[in-house]
């Protein structure tokens, strides 16, 4: 991932809560929309694990909260890319199962809250991404986006 805005925004939501497939998909299609295709989805989530910036996992049945998964990382990758328990993956999904699909979620580790403590709010860095949209505007006086 060269985008370092799209690392931030990703660390720094991800700090606030588990992030799914879709959030991922629609944090890079506004983040980064020329680069934006479905493997450029897995290589982002790849390599976020890779440097220990997220844990792989997602929804238990059993206790009805997120559990880590405890497997390999390219287990955890031909999940995310393919489906796993009847969801949807990234490549065998359409744009709606997409946003919906709960395949998996991914957990920021310490490194992750640690490298989201260097860079600060990404907000007040890099301005709003959806300043155009007032449904999407969100809290805070932050400046417009700078693509």
Known sequence: MNDERLEHFLLFEMEDDWMSLGEFDYYIRSISPDEYSR???????????????????????????????????????????????????????????LSLTEVFRADITAAGIVRVAELGDPYEIYGNPWWSDPSKQGSGNYPPWNP
């Open 39 to 97: 493997g450029m989805i897995l290589e982002v989530i790849s390599r976020l694990a890779a440097v220990g910036y997220l844990r792989f996992g997602g929804w238990s049945v059993e206790s009805g909260t997120w559990k880590p998964w405890d497997v390999s990382n390219d287990v955890a990758m031909e999940r995310i890319a393919h489906g796993y328990l009847g969801e949807p993956g990234a490549l065998s999904s359409t744009d709606g199962e």
